[in-house]
């Protein structure tokens, strides 16, 4: 009988410490401190060179592939107009396609009060996309959680 109560009682502990553990959880995509989480379809090379680009400016990259990654950008913020290829997540902020390192890094000091940084399309010539010496203007923009951007760096 004592076993049977000591087992149920055990049980119950189990249960609440599960309950807690997921109400504790976050909703969205989740990255742990300092460790950039990107989401990205398998097959993708431009993703490939940008963790490259990410992983050579000292980032600790996890890649994480899925066939399909409109959920991760929805649940992260991104606005549709600035989906790309491949969405990253580090220490809270949202890194939406090819991004320069250093822009990452100058955000992460900074600390806006920002959803994230994009860079919307996929210029040649900004990280991942390189074609030679070609090499489009492009904007990277930071954007909010309203879906508001302001233009962060001209490149």
Do not use: N
């Not at 087992?7 to 109400?23: I, K, P, Q």
């Not at 992983?55 to 409109?70: K, L, N, P, W």
């Not at 010539?125 to 508001?148: A, I, N, R």
């Amino acid at each position: 009988m004592k076993f049977r109560l000591v087992t149920a009682f055990l049980a119950g502990l189990t249960a609440v410490a599960m309950v807690a553990a997921v109400a504790q959880k976050p909703a969205g995509p989740q990255a742990q401190a300092g460790v950039m989480t990107v989401y990205k379809t398998p097959t993708c090379g431009c993703c490939k060179l940008w963790i490259d680009h990410m992983t050579a400016a000292g980032f600790q990259v996890r890649a994480v592939d899925m066939e399909d990654i409109t959920e991760v950008k929805q649940a992260s913020g991104v606005p549709m107009r600035l989906r790309t290829c491949h969405t990253a997540i580090i220490d809270g902020y949202v890194v939406e396609g090819h991004v320069p390192a250093d822009l990452v890094k100058k955000m992460l000091a900074e600390k806006p009060k920002v959803a994230g940084i994009a860079v919307p399309g996929m210029p040649v010539g900004s990280p991942g996309m390189e074609q030679g010496s070609q090499k489009d203007p492009y904007d990277v923009l930071l954007f909010d959680k309203t879906g508001k951007t302001t233009v962060y760096a001209k490149r």
